[in-house]
């Protein structure tokens, strides 16, 4: 059975960091491209990270440019969201998502993704 699990979610006060993990099972995650979703209360699932399945090719929306780095280790099946610098608006249950092939779709289109995880709870507070 394929399996996505994030880990690392936390409370943590402004201008502090988080590391997410997104550890498969059940199949190797090198033949899959990864991306981070977040969805905060009462909005919707938003796409703000991506990593090619070799690691090539990032993205990220335009809010965590800078802040936030994605990176994969394919020998341990894990792909990490390093987050710095967060913010309050960062709040959100954080998601990682597995997609084969992109059936054309944009990166940041959950409807891609076939896999997830079920989600890790970050909290921005002081």
């Known amino acids: 059975q394929l399996q996505l699990v994030e880990s690392g979610g936390g409370l943590v006060q402004p201008g502090g960091s988080l590391r997410l993990s997104c550890a498969a099972s059940g199949f190797t995650l090198n033949g899959y491209a990864i991306a981070w979703f977040r969805q905060a209360p009462g909005k919707e699932r938003e796409g703000i990270s991506y990593i090619s399945r070799n690691g090539g090719n990032t993205n990220y929306v335009d809010s965590v440019k800078g802040r936030f780095t994605i990176s994969r280790d394919n020998a341990k099946n894990t792909v990490y969201l390093q987050m710095n610098s967060l913010k309050p608006e960062d709040t959100a249950v954080y998601y990682c998502?597995?997609?084969?092939?992109?059936?054309?779709?944009?990166?940041?289109?959950?409807?891609?993704?076939?896999?997830w995880g079920q989600g890790t709870q970050v909290t921005v507070s002081s």
């Open positions: 998502a597995a997609r084969f092939l992109s059936y054309g779709l944009s990166w940041s289109q959950a409807d891609g993704y076939n896999n």
